[in-house]
C-alpha cells in the first residue's frame, strides 16, 4: 500500500469509504413494510436489536448527527438553552404530576434494587417543572425556555415502520416557562417559527396542522407533519382555504342543515345475512348515505365494596352516516365516555339489544333499570329523516326510520365521526381534502396543567407567587430520518435531501486499486472538497463499477462525481446527481467549482 498522500490529521479518516464503515444487502428482512425501513435496513444505516430498538450504525448515526445539528441551531437561534434531563427518573415526580397511574403501558416503570419506583422517560415535563420551580423563582427569570435531545422510551403497542415508530427513539424536547399566557401564546409562536425554519432546511415537504393533545395535554397544539402515502395520521385541509388539522381534530359540520318532514311510514324489511351498511343499501337499492351504522360502547362498570361483582357497564349506542367512521378521539372527549370505554362485549350487546351485532339500532331498545342505554347521534344522524338502521333482530332492518315519530330524540347530539374528502370545511371557505402525514414535531401550549398539581410558582413584582405558564416542543428526530427518505426514494435507494444526507458528494474512482492516474487525481479531488468543506466521501475500496454505484445510489448520496482513466486522459470526469438520468461530462479542472454550484442551488 502506498503511504496517504494526506495528512491524517488535517482530514479525518474516515472520510474514505475502506476507513469508515459500509454494509450494504442485496435484500431487506421481509417484516420491513414501508421503503425508509427497508432501505435504512439494506444500506448499513441500522441494525435492529429488539422491537423498535435499533443501533445507528456509523451511515445512519451521520444522518441523525446532521438533523440535530439543524435543530440545535435552529432552536438556540430562536433563544432555548440547552441542557440534559436524566432518562431514568422518580416515580414520585411522576406520581405529582398525576402522570405515573394515568399514562399508559407506554410509559415503562421499573424498580431499583431497593425496590423504588422509576420510569424511562417519554417526556420530561415532572423533571423540567421540578427544575423550573427550584430554579426560575422570579418573573426576572422569565421568559425561558430549556431543551435537551435525549433518549426518549415509549413501549408502543405496536412498535413498526423502523425508527418512525420506535419503542427507544431521540427526541429533542424543549419547554417553555412564562409569567402569563400573553407571554406564552408569543414563546410557543417562536418554537413554531423555528420549527417551520427546521423543516424547511432539511428539504422536507410538510404541512403544519392543528392537532389532538393526547397524553401530553394542554389545551392547544399543532402538529409538523411531512406529507408522505405511509404516513399514520390522516390530515383535512381546506382545497380553498388555509385550513389544516389532523383527522383525529378536525371539526365534521352536519351535512344536513335541517331535519326534514317524514316522507315514509316505518317498515321492518328481511335483509337476510346483510349486516354491513353497504351491503343492506346494495340490497335495498338505497344510497348509503340513507343508513345509519350503530356502534356499542361500555363504560366500564365500578366495583363497589362488598359487592362480588362489578356494577354492570353502561352502555352507549353511537350512531354515525353509514358512509362515515367513528372518531374515537372525538369520542374520547364526551362527558360520560371521557374517562374511559371500549367496546361493549358480545354478551353485553345480548344483553341490552336483544340481537347479536350487524342488526342494531336505536329502535325499541331494552328501556329501564340498568338496561339503558345512552344514544348518542352524530350531528348528521340527528338531521336525518327516513333512514335505515338494524331492527336489534338477526336479519332485519328499519327503512323510513324518523326521529321523534318512531323513536326518541338521541340522549346526546355531538361530532363523533371522522371528516372526509368533499365535507365542508370548517372555517366555511369550501371544502375539505384528505392527505396522509408523519408527524415529525409537535408543539404543545400546556397553561398550568403541571406547573398546578406541581405547584410550580414564580413571585411576580409585588412578591405574590405566581403559576408558571408552559408549553412544550417535541421534534422525533430519529423519526425525521425515515420521514425524509418516505418523502425521497426510487427504486433504487435513498434520495438524501442535502442538508441531512450522510456525505454530501461522494467521489468514485474507476480502478482506484490499479490507476495511479485514478488514485492521485481522486485524491487530490477528495482533498480540494474536503478543504472547501463540503462533507465527501472518497470510494477507494477497489470495487467494480457496477456494485461502487449501486452502493452509493442505496445509501443516497445526493452528488456523485466518477473519474475513471479513460477520461482522465481526456481531462474529463463525470458528474451525476442522484435524481439525474445521466451522467454530465465535465472538465476535470472544473469539477469543485461545478460541484459547489451543485451543492448551492
Ligand atoms: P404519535 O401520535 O406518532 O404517537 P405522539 O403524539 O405520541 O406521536 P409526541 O408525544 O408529541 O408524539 O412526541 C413528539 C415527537 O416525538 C413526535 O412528533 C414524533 O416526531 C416523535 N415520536 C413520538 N413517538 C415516537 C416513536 N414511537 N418513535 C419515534 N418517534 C416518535
Ligand atoms: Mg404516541
Known amino acids: ?57 456509523p451511515m445512519g448515526l451521520r444522518v441523525i448527527r446532521k438533523i440535530e445539528n439543524i435543530v440545535r441551531e435552529e432552536m438556540n437561534a430562536a433563544g432555548a438553552v440547552e441542557l440534559l434531563m436524566p432518562v431514568v427518573q422518580p416515580a414520585e415526580l411522576w406520581q405529582e404530576s398525576g402522570r405515573f397511574s394515568r399514562y399508559g403501558p407506554e410509559l415503562m416503570r421499573v424498580k431499583d434494587r431497593h425496590q423504588r419506583d422509576f420510569v424511562i422517560q417519554p417526556t420530561s415535563e415532572e423533571v423540567i417543572t421540578d427544575i423550573a420551580r427550584q430554579e426560575l423563582r422570579s418573573y426576572r427569570a422569565l421568559p425561558r425556555n430549556f431543551y435537551h435531545i435525549q433518549t426518549k422510551f415509549r413501549d408502543e403497542r405496536r412498535p413498526r415502520f423502523g425508527v418512525m415508530r420506535g419503542r427507544e427513539f431521540t427526541m429533542k424536547d424543549a419547554y417553555s416557562f412564562d409569567r402569563d399566557a400573553a407571554a406564552a401564546e408569543t ?66 359540520l352536519p351535512l344536513i342543515d335541517r331535519r326534514v318532514a317524514p316522507a315514509e311510514d316505518l317498515a321492518k324489511t328481511a335483509t337476510p345475512g346483510k349486516s354491513t351498511c353497504e351491503d343492506v343499501a346494495a340490497f335495498l337499492g338505497l344510497p348509503l348515505e340513507r343508513t345509519v351504522k350503530s356502534l356499542v360502547l361500555a363504560v366500564a362498570g365500578v366495583e363497589t365494596e362488598g359487592a362480588s361483582a362489578p356494577a354492570p357497564a353502561d352502555i352507549w349506542l353511537l350512531l354515525v352516516r353509514g358512509d362515515h367512521s367513528l372518531n374515537e378521539v372525538k369520542a374520547s372527549k364526551i362527558e360520560g365516555l371521557r374517562d374511559g370505554w371500549r367496546f361493549a362485549t358480545a354478551a353485553e350487546i345480548r344483553a341490552s339489544f336483544g340481537s347479536d351485532p350487524g342488526y342494531l339500532g336505536p329502535i325499541g331498545l331494552v328501556q329501564g333499570g340498568d338496561a339503558k342505554v345512552r344514544v348518542l347521534a352524530d350531528r348528521t344522524v340527528a338531521a336525518m329523516s327516513d333512514f335505515v338502521c338494524g331492527a336489534n333482530e338477526a336479519g332485519f332492518h328499519f327503512t323510513g326510520v324518523n326521529w321523534g315519530r318512531d323513536l326518541p330524540e338521541p340522549d ?78 426510487d427504486e433504487r435507494g435513498m434520495i438524501w435531501p442535502a442538508a441531512i444526507a450522510p ?66 486522459k481526456q481531462g474529463e470526469i463525470e458528474y451525476q446527481g ?24
Not at 417562536?190 to 396542522?209: H, S, T
Not at 451522467?583 to 442551488?601: E, I, Q, S
Request: a neutral charge; proline letters at 4%; hydrophobic letters at 45%.
Open 187 to 252: 414563546s410557543y409562536r417562536r418554537m413554531y417559527d423555528a420549527y417551520v425554519r427546521i423543516f424547511a432546511r432539511m428539504g422536507l415537504v410538510f404541512r403544519v396542522v392543528a392537532a389532538d393533545t393526547g397524553a401530553i395535554g394542554g389545551d392547544r397544539s399543532h402538529e409538523f407533519q411531512v406529507i408522505a402515502e405511509t404516513g399514520e395520521d390522516a390530515i383535512a385541509y381546506g382545497v380553498e382555504s388555509d385550513y389544516a388539522a389532523n383527522v383525529e381534530l378536525a371539526e365534521a
Open 503 to 568: 456525505f454530501s458528494v461522494v467521489v468514485c474512482p474507476i480502478g482506484y486499486d490499479r490507476a495511479v492516474a485514478v488514485r492521485d487525481a481522486a485524491d487530490a479531488l477528495h482533498a480540494q472538497l474536503l478543504a472547501a468543506g463540503i462533507d465527501a466521501i472518497l470510494d477507494d475500496r477497489g470495487e467494480r463499477p457496477g456494485a461502487m454505484f449501486a452502493d452509493w445510489e442505496l445509501i443516497g448520496v445526493p452528488h456523485r462525481v466518477v473519474l475513471s482513466e479513460r477520461g482522465l
Open 412 to 489: 346526546l347530539v355531538a361530532d363523533i365521526r371522522n371528516v372526509v374528502s368533499g365535507d365542508p370545511s370548517p372555517d366555511g371557505k369550501g371544502r375539505l381534502a384528505i392527505q396522509r402525514g408523519i408527524e415529525v414535531g409537535h408543539v404543545f401550549f400546556l397553561g398550568t396543567k403541571y406547573s398546578a398539581p406541581m405547584k410550580a410558582t414564580y413571585l411576580d413584582e409585588k412578591g405574590q407567587p405566581q403559576l408558571l405558564e408552559m408549553g412544550c416542543y417535541g421534534i422525533g428526530i430519529t423519526r425525521i430520518a425515515g420521514a425524509a427518505v418516505e418523502q425521497n426514494h
Open 1 to 57: 500500500m502506498r503511504a496517504p498522500r494526506l495528512k491524517g490529521a488535517q482530514f479525518p479518516a474516515t472520510m474514505k469509504a475502506s476507513q469508515f464503515f459500509i454494509s450494504t444487502l442485496k435484500e431487506a428482512p421481509a417484516d420491513a413494510e414501508v421503503a425508509s425501513h427497508r432501505l435504512m435496513l439494506r444500506a448499513g444505516f441500522i441494525k435492529r436489536l429488539s422491537a423498535g430498538i435499533y443501533t445507528y450504525m
Open 578 to 601: 442522484r435524481r439525474d438520468a445521466a451522467a454530465a461530462v465535465l472538465p476535470a479542472a472544473d469539477a469543485l467549482t461545478f460541484v459547489r454550484g451543485k451543492l448551492a442551488a
